[in-house]
């Protein structure tokens, strides 16, 4: 990078520093030349020689690759599960990255976890088992005495081809039994790495230079816009769940990186009373914290958002922006009538922009995002009394898997019991996330029965031609499309019908 | 494991055989220290190969450019078929059929045409995109349909069996009728993908670390490609991150072009291609249709059955006529058919070519068993259990198979009627009736289906075994056999049986990396044989070393051989008991020979395929499970609510093991049958080749409630090591009995009259497909 170029990062950015600072382990890691798009997972394999790690599939699906990230959330030290395959090294910047080989004591002894997966003949091949092994210290790190339940959640981003789980589940709830989790090691240096990631931290912006590129990661908001509008060709990444696969799988080289995972204040989330406000990089576990109360089917749906290594690293502002037509998650915000903040430098600081987040999907893969912008925050408008709420995702297997169709719905009904606007949004059906506009012309203006359900049912086929793929037929796809209007019927209606077979609504059915 | 050398006075364990020690490598697995061949410290110089492959699927090859190819960073040396010295072949079936690298036809989307070696990984994948050729592309043959549609085109000769006169038990069967089932293929998604590292070395020498099943099969491809005698070549393999079939014969291919780069540019060379290329290049479980017609009496008796397996092959024969050929062996599964007549059609499709799979073609011919036991009890209104015990071999001349092999040890009976009073069977049904009946969306199925399965290779010459055990001075052993490590457990069980057969300590014996040039001319760990084969070897070579200790002693110490005893910790020598330490020693200095081969063949077997005729099997390993299923019927969405397994291992030589095996093996075989879809475009690209498109089980998966029993009190009738019986494929075909609960509940929607003919995989699509087809013929 020329001399020049740098001035110019100085006068409209903050000041920068150009050295990659985190902790491996104990270790302060100090690295002052690194391509942007470096793999954690091959700076561990290949740089660092630490192979315990392994790669099974370079996208983020089989969790072999899982390692522990500690990050500072408020002051406090939080380790997150990750997959190192698809997440590029310099975000890791004032983190501390954990792997397997961090788990022994001084003395050379197995963690309670490790102990635990031995002594339930956890392991066969042996491959998978160093990433179960991480996402069962994550779990514990994290929760006391978690549910069978919650056991599958945390490994769902984890796949064994040997054992069938069973040994793996008997694992996770032996670990508790072998040694008490106040005892655990990485708990109590909990204070000490929090002080050494406090010492990291900064408001300066990180400019790391590599062979093939320059990755920045700002510290606040205004740094990210000046970022944005003087790198127009750069590309944002917040959790890499999708870009890393550009990487890793299309080869794609990308000079420039901007990343915002940096900046504390947009990963908050209030609540303003009517409605919550999600900053962009809000990771989809504490979107699903803060949805969860509005209706439980949000919080099954973004429980089965990916794996739980993907949930720690996206964020709504990522699955928004990202524009996939199959994204879970805007079918259910374009349902709840949620609004998209877009922010820009201008002349003043910061330019906002609100729109609606169903008209910020203009066709495949391409949005309504002008020169400079980047997504800020998303407004979610709570669900009142009088509001019946759905959504459901059906995919090929139950967990860990992308939707064939995303359903959801949401109807407000009139005093006198007629529908009087409803919101009737799908993904997996089109190019973009789209609401059903022929449908939902259908059931406004009548009661919510069994009648206005089969009219807008037979109009589907106007709004939609399915995609047809290896995930679903079109003709699946448009069928269970009106099946969901039929389940949420019947779940309004009449409520005690079971109609889920797997996950947390089945598991409350079950009692 | 810690140095053996700590512990070198421990006693020997008590019954070792039989107990359930965990993997020996079980602590290096949680600790990340187990080392794979991606592990292994590079070798100074070491470059890396990656294979640039075709963009159609059937056509002629006009030109191939590599000039970008050799100009891109990093690049060493582009290699094609031109740069092989030996034959540009590694059919190992010898048929001639599947070139390393293609030269005129290509015959599948993705056959590799050439391989670039660079400096570094990325360096070589990036510059494998960069080649220009120009093809001249004719329609590709994709799945069994167009394969017939063309001629139906073969890749092996196929297999017809034949007993009694179908045509007349047909025509005098009272009742008829004719079906066809699709079942889906597999991918292995073995976690560590394919790998290979060669290093070259003096001469012609080349040491070859790959992750494969079959360490001699690669030694021979490797020599034959490089031209040179298997003696220059060493293949070695300590362990692999899963197997299941698919590393059988598919490792040829990455080993061969890392041992030709190698030799090429004397410098080590690694090839490990990323997931996706790893799934569109190697082959697969097959998919196949079967066409049926059964004859049969409202007693829900079978009198007669024709069938036709077709499967779809690929490109190349590779083993898919004995992975037909066991489909045709196991498509009677535990029914003895009066008259029976099957024929299987291993078909050509410009496909990858599809390769054993653990069960390696026994389940799908299982899995048309129970489809025709299905078909009767519907059309009987029996209830499926009842068809299936009517039907089980067993009986004055009701035990003889279509193979003409007489059944001899058939406890499917007894298998069956124990798990149905232990999992309360016939209750749970009734109950989920009821149930069904006041539930309008969510409906619950139960089934409950046996297995049996045939142990032993059917190319009768591959169940042979070797094994070299060494006994050092300080009593510590080294034990090497021809089997291969994958997660199974073999390596443990063995040293078992080894450790027990010397009185030692587990922790005495040493388990070695599998290698060629230790136990030659071995067979792939396959067909669930391992330790059956490799377990008889080692304990061979153990009584070796154990005779010539005994008369040693029995010299020494002035007793009979038969005073002379090897027990737990100690050798009793007469009245006297010494360490088995001192007696090696002692043995040593008196020149007796402490290293010792071992030996097994598998007894009493014979296979006349012409004829078809024969009894290709030692024994069969039974078992049974009753799944519990409730489906959606508004998405087709499901879930498996509950697994009880009771299973025959015989006199288990570890519990543990075998507990893994059934577990692992039903959850993935319930994995093929349910969520696994694979799936090619129009132009014969895989569609499915990466986890995000292709779903293999996730914890959730598992069934809600999984009840795992080995059958107690069961020792192999046949003297196999320790009454122990194979455990490796059996397992899998128990999770047939999901598919068929998924059935029972998308019959329920027809109130149980319509057969829901259910195909697998049983996707969702498919489950809620079957429930409106049932739903249109029963007019509710």
Same mark, same amino acid.
Request: aromatic share 6%; charged share 25%.
């Given at each position: 990078m020329p001399l020049s170029a740098r001035h110019s990062d100085v006068a409209t950015s903050g000041s920068l520093r150009s050295t990659l600072r985190f902790l491996l382990g104990d270790e302060l890691i100090e690295i002052a030349r690194c391509d942007p798009t470096l793999t954690v997972l091959d700076w561990l394999r290949l740089e660092k020689r630490m192979t315990g790690t392994k790669e099974g599939c370079a996208e983020g699906d089989c969790g072999a690759c899982t390692v522990l990230v500690g990050r500072l959330d408020r002051g406090e030290l939080r380790y997150e599960a990750i997959n190192a395959c698809i997440r590029f090294l310099p975000t890791l910047d004032g983190c501390q990255l954990l792997t397997v080989e961090h788990l022994k004591d001084e003395a050379g002894d197995l963690h309670p976890v490790q102990r635990a997966m031995v002594e339930c003949h956890g392991s066969q091949c042996g491959f998978c088992t160093p990433g179960f092994v991480m996402s069962l210290v994550a779990l514990r790190l994290n929760e006391a005495a978690p549910s069978v339940a919650r056991l599958e959640d945390a490994l769902a981003g984890n796949l064994c081809r040997c054992t069938g789980y069973e040994p793996i589940i008997a694992a996770g709830r032996r670990m508790g039994e072998i040694a008490p989790r106040d005892a655990d090691r990485l708990l109590r240096d909990r204070e000490v790495v929090a002080g050494r990631l406090a010492a990291l931290s900064d408001a300066e912006t990180l400019a790391l230079d590599g062979e093939r590129g320059r990755f920045y990661a700002p510290a606040t908001v205004e740094a990210l816009a000046v970022l944005v509008a003087d790198h127009p060709q750069a590309t944002l990444v917040a959790g890499a769940t999708d870009v890393g696969l550009w990487v890793t799988k299309q080869m794609k080289r990308l000079d420039t990186v901007i990343h915002p995972g940096r900046i504390e204040a947009l990963r908050v989330i209030t609540d303003a009373g009517d409605h919550l406000r999600f900053g962009a990089m809000a990771s989809h576990v504490d979107v699903r914290e803060a949805l969860a109360p509005l209706s439980p089917q949000l919080d099954e749906m973004m429980r089965r958002f990916g794996g739980e290594q993907v949930r720690n690293a996206g964020t709504i502002g990522g699955n928004i922006a990202n524009g996939s037509p199959i994204g879970d998650l805007p079918p259910a915000l374009i349902a709840l009538g949620a609004t998209l903040v877009l922010a820009r430098?201008? +002349?003043?600081?910061?330019? +906002? +922009?609100s729109i609606p987040l169903e008209s910020f999907f203009l066709d495949y893969r391409k949005q309504d995002r002008r020169p400079g912008e980047f997504v800020e925050a998303v407004m979610v408008p709570k669900l009142a009394p009088e509001?019946?709420?759905?959504?459901?995702k059906v995919s090929k297997r139950f967990d860990e898997d992308i939707s064939a169709v995303c359903g959801a719905f949401r109807l407000t009904l009139a005093g006198d019991g007629l529908?009087?606007?409803? +919101?009737?949004?799908?993904?997996?059906?089109?190019?973009?996330?789209?609401?059903?506009?022929?449908?939902?012309?259908?059931?406004?203006?009548?009661?919510?029965?069994e009648a206005a359900v089969s009219a807008a049912i037979a109009t589907l086929s106007q709004d939609f031609t399915p995609l047809d793929d290896m995930r679903a037929s079109a003709a699946y796809r448009l069928k269970v499309a009106g099946n969901l209007l039929r389940r949420f019927l019947i779940e309004t209606r009449a409520p005690g019908t079971g109609t889920r077979v797997a996950g947390l609504l089945a598991e409350a059915a079950h009692g | 494991m810690a140095d053996a050398r700590r512990k070198l006075d421990i006693v020997g364990e008590?019954?070792? /055989?039989?107990?359930?020690?965990?993997?020996?490598?079980? %602590?290096?697995?949680?600790?990340?220290?187990? /080392?794979?061949?991606?592990?292994?410290?590079?070798?100074?110089?070491?470059?890396?190969?990656?294979?640039?492959?075709a963009a159609i699927a059937c056509g002629r090859l006009l030109s191939l450019d590599l000039s970008e190819v050799a100009a891109a960073p990093g690049v060493v040396a582009v290699l094609t078929a031109a740069d092989i010295p030996g034959a540009n072949d590694i059919s190992s079936t010898h048929r001639h059929d599947e070139p390393v690298f293609a030269t005129d036809r290509i015959l599948f989307h993705g056959q590799p045409l050439f391989a670039v070696v660079a400096g570094t990984r990325e360096q070589a994948r990036r510059a494998a995109t960069l080649a220009k050729a120009e093809y001249a592309e004719e329609p590709a043959l994709i799945d069994i349909a167009a394969a017939h549609a063309a001629g139906g085109a073969l890749v092996t000769a196929p297999l017809t069996l034949r007993r009694g006169d179908v045509a007349a038990a047909m025509a005098a069967s009272p009742r008829r009728l004719k079906g066809a089932m699709t079942i889906g293929g597999q991918e292995h998604f073995y976690l560590e993908g394919q790998i290979a590292l060669a290093t070259p070395g003096e001469d012609e020498d080349m040491q070859v670390l790959v992750s494969t099943q079959h360490p001699s099969e690669v030694q021979h491809m490797v020599a034959a490609v490089l031209g040179v005698g298997s003696h220059a070549v060493t293949v070695e393999v300590r362990r692999?991150?899963?197997?299941?079939?698919? &590393?059988?014969?598919?490792?040829?291919?990455?080993?061969?072009?890392?041992?030709?780069?190698? *030799?090429?540019? &004397?410098?080590?060379?690694?090839?490990?291609?990323?997931?996706?290329?790893?799934?569109?290049?190697?082959? &697969? *479980?097959?998919?196949?249709?079967?066409?049926?017609?059964?004859?049969?009496?409202?007693?829900?008796?079978?009198?007669?059955?024709?069938?036709?397996?077709?499967a779809r092959c690929g490109w190349n024969a590779d083993l898919s006529g004995p992975v037909t050929d066991r489909a045709l062996f196991h498509m009677d599964n535990c029914y003895f058919y009066p008259a029976v007549h099957a024929r299987s059609e291993p078909l050509f499709t410009n496909t990858c070519s599809n390769t054993a799979f653990r069960g390696f073609g026994g389940p799908q011919g299982m899995v048309g068993a129970e489809r025709l036991i299905e078909e009767v009890a519907f059309a009987t209104g029996l209830d499926p259990v009842e068809v299936r015990k009517r039907n089980l071999y067993g009986g004055v001349g009701r035990d003889l198979t279509p193979y003409h092999q007489t059944v001899e040890d058939n406890i499917a009976a007894e298998v069956i009627t124990e798990l149905a009073r232990r999992c309360d069977y016939q209750a749970r049904k009734a109950a989920i009736r009821q149930a069904n009946a006041k539930s309008p969306i969510i409906k619950r199925g139960i089934a409950l289906t046996p297995v049996k399965f045939g142990i032993s290779f059917t190319a009768t010459w591959f169940n042979q075994a070797g094994a070299l055990v060494h006994?050092?001075?300080?009593?510590?052993? =080294?034990?090497?056999h021809g089997g291969t490590e994958m997660g199974q457990g073999l390596y443990i069980k063995v040293a078992q049986v080894v450790a027990q057969a010397f009185g030692i300590g587990l922790d005495q014996v040493k388990i070695t990396a599998t290698?060629?040039?230790?136990?030659?001319?071995?067979?792939?760990?396959?067909?669930? =044989?391992?330790?059956?084969?490799?377990?008889?070897?080692?304990?061979?070579?153990?009584?070796?070393? &154990?005779?010539?200790?005994?008369?040693?002693?029995?010299?020494?110490?002035?007793? @009979?051989?038969?005073?002379?005893?090897?027990?737990?910790? @100690?050798?009793k020598v007469g009245a006297r008991e010494i360490g088995f330490r001192d007696l090696v020693a002692a043995a040593y200095l008196a020149r007796v020979q402490l290293s010792a081969t071992g030996f097994y063949a598998t007894p009493k077997i014979h296979w006349d395929r012409q004829a078809g005729r024969g009894h290709p099997f030692y024994y069969f390993a039974y078992g049974a499970a009753a799944a519990e299923v409730a489906i959606d019927t508004l998405t087709g969405e499901y879930k498996v609510e509950r697994v009880d397994i009771l299973h025959d291992c015989g006199q288990s030589l570890n519990p543990a093991i075998d507990k893994g095996q059934i577990e692992g093996g039903f959850v993935q075989?319930?994995?093929?049958?349910?969520?696994?879809?694979?799936?090619?475009?129009?132009?014969?690209?895989?569609?499915?080749?990466?986890?995000?498109?292709?779903?293999?089980?996730?914890?959730?998966?598992?069934?809600? !409630?999984?009840?795992?029993?080995?059958?107690?009190?069961?020792?192999? @009738?046949?003297?196999? !090591?320790?009454?122990?019986?194979?455990?490796?494929?059996?397992?899998?075909?128990?999770?047939? =009995?999901? %598919?068929?609960?998924?059935?029972d509940a998308v019959a329920s929607v027809g109130n149980h009259r319509i057969c829901p003919r259910l195909d697998a995989p049983a996707t969702p699509e498919r489950v809620l497909d079957a429930v409106d087809r049932v739903r249109a013929e029963a007019n509710l």
């Open positions: 430098n201008g +002349r003043a600081g910061l330019e +906002r +922009r509001m019946p709420f759905h959504v459901s529908i009087a606007e409803a +919101r009737l949004a799908y993904g997996g059906l089109a190019g973009i996330p789209k609401r059903a506009k022929a449908a939902e012309a259908a059931l406004t203006g009548q009661v919510f029965d | 008590p019954a070792l /055989v039989g107990s359930p020690r965990i993997h020996d490598s079980a %602590l290096k697995h949680v600790a990340g220290e187990a /080392v794979y061949i991606d592990d292994v410290a590079a070798p100074e110089g070491l470059l890396h190969a990656y294979l640039g492959t692999m991150g899963g197997g299941f079939g698919g &590393k059988e014969t598919q490792a040829n291919l990455f080993a061969c072009v890392a041992a030709l780069c190698a *030799r090429r540019l &004397k410098r080590p060379v690694k090839l490990r291609p990323d997931r996706d290329d790893d799934m569109v290049l190697t082959g &697969k *479980r097959h998919d196949f249709v079967v066409d049926y017609e059964i004859g049969f009496d409202d007693e829900g008796r079978i009198h007669a059955v024709d069938a036709v397996y077709a006994v050092y001075t300080d009593g510590t052993v =080294s034990l090497n290698t060629t040039g230790k136990v030659p001319n071995t067979s792939a760990t396959a067909a669930s =044989s391992g330790s059956d084969l490799n377990g008889m070897a080692a304990l061979d070579a153990c009584e070796t070393i &154990k005779t010539r200790l005994t008369e040693f002693a029995a010299k020494h110490w002035q007793e @009979r051989p038969e005073e002379v005893a090897f027990l737990p910790g @100690r050798v075989g319930m994995g093929w049958l349910t969520t696994e879809e694979l799936a090619w475009d129009a132009k014969g690209r895989l569609s499915t080749h990466a986890p995000s498109t292709y779903k293999i089980p996730v914890a959730s998966d598992r069934p809600r !409630i999984f009840n795992v029993h080995l059958l107690e009190n069961a020792p192999n @009738r046949e003297p196999t !090591i320790h009454r122990s019986k194979a455990v490796g494929e059996p397992p899998l075909m128990l999770a047939i =009995s999901v %598919l068929h609960a998924l059935s």
